[in-house]
C-alpha cells in the first residue's frame, strides 16, 4: 500500500503508547483513524489531541477481549467511513506470573487481550475488508518475545506473542489462497518506551544479556508506516532499517544476539536438545 491519503485506519490499543504514535503517524499521511481502546478517559484525550492537530479521528471505547465489542467497532468504522484499508490489531498488556503458580487469573486476561483481541479483531474486520475488493492489509503486534525466543520469566506474555506470529502467517495463506486484495503483516516492535518498556526494563534485560535500546513509539510508527509502504510481512528493524529510519541507534551487537537465539531455537528443534540456547 502507498496511497494513505483519504483512506481509513482502525488501531487498537490507541490511547497511549505505539497505538497512539500509530494513529499520529497515519493522520499525519491523511488518513481518517478510529482509535479503541478499553480506557475510555485516556482514549477521549488521545482523540481530542490529535484532531487538534487537525487529524480526522474517531475514538471508540472497546475492550479486545469481547468479541462483541470488536464486532461493534466494526460496525462503527464501517458506518462512519464506508471501508477500512489498514487494521492495526495492536492493543497488547504484560503478564508475569510463574506456571507453577495455580491462580489462572493473569494467563486468561493475558491471553483475552493479547490473542483473542487479534484472532477477534480479524473475525470482525477481515471478511468485510476482502469483501469490499479494495486494497487494505491487516497488521497485528507481536514482540521480541514472539520473534528471538521466549522471555519465560513473562510467560503469559511471551505464549501470547508467539501466538500471535502463527495466527497471523495462517491468515497470510488464507488471504493468498482467496487472492485477496487485503495482505497480512506482523510488526516486531524493538523494546518501547510505554507501560511495559522504560529504562529500568532496559538496564535489566542488558544486566540479562539482551543488548537492546530502548527506543520510542513514535520509532515504532515510523517503522510500521515503511514496512506497509515496502509490503513487508515481517516488519523488524533489521540492520538496513536501523541505519535508514534510525541513524544506527541499535547496537550491531542486538543484531548479533538476535540472529543467535533466533539461530539457537532452530538449532535446538533440529538437534532435539533444549531450549537454554534461546531461553532469556
Not at 482523540?47 to 466494526?74: C, I, Y
Not at 477500512?84 to 494467563?107: E, K
Not at 486484495?181 to 516492535?189: D, H, M
Request: net charge negative; hydrophobic share 40%; no cysteine.
Amino acid at each position: 500500500m502507498d496511497e494513505f491519503s483519504g483512506r481509513t485506519a482502525v488501531v487498537t490499543g490507541g490511547a497511549a503508547g505505539i497505538g497512539r504514535a500509530v494513529g499520529r503517524r497515519l493522520a499525519r499521511e491523511g488518513m481518517k483513524v478510529v482509535l479503541a481502546d478499553r480506557d475510555a478517559e485516556a482514549l477521549e484525550a488521545t482523540v481530542g489531541e490529535l484532531r487538534a492537530e487537525g487529524a480526522e479521528v474517531t475514538g471508540v471505547p472497546t475492550d479486545v477481549s469481547k468479541p462483541e465489542e470488536n464486532q461493534r467497532l466494526a460496525d462503527a468504522a464501517f458506518d462512519a467511513y464506508g471501508a477500512v484499508h489498514l487494521l492495526h490489531l495492536n492493543a497488547g498488556i504484560g503478564g508475569t506470573v510463574p506456571l507453577l503458580d495455580p491462580d489462572p487469573a493473569v494467563w486468561q486476561r493475558v491471553v483475552g487481550v493479547n490473542l483473542l483481541g487479534v484472532v477477534y479483531g480479524i473475525k470482525a474486520f477481515g471478511a468485510r475488508m476482502v469483501e469490499s475488493g479494495e486494497e487494505g492489509v491487516i497488521i497485528a503486534t507481536s514482540s521480541g518475545a514472539g520473534a528471538e525466543g521466549t522471555s519465560y520469566q513473562s510467560g503469559p506474555y511471551a505464549a501470547t506473542k508467539n501466538a500471535v506470529v502463527s495466527v497471523v502467517e495462517s491468515l497470510y495463506g488464507e488471504l493468498r489462497d482467496r487472492k485477496a486484495n487485503v495482505r497480512a503483516a506482523l510488526l516486531f516492535p524493538p523494546l518501547t518506551e510505554s507501560s511495559m518498556g522504560n529504562p529500568r526494563v532496559e538496564q535489566w534485560l542488558r544486566d540479562n544479556g539482551v543488548p537492546t535500546t530502548l527506543m520510542q513509539p513514535e520509532d515504532v510508527a515510523e517503522l510500521l508506516l515503511d514496512g506497509v509502504k515496502r509490503g513487508r510481512f515481517y516488519i523488524r528493524i533489521n540492520e538496513t532499517e536501523n541505519d535508514t529510519l534510525f541513524d544506527g541507534r541499535l547496537d550491531q551487537a542486538f543484531f548479533e544476539w538476535n540472529e543467535r537465539v533466533t539461530r539457537g531455537r532452530a538449532e535446538a528443534q533440529i538437534a532435539d536438545t533444549a531450549p537454554d540456547g534461546h531461553l532469556w
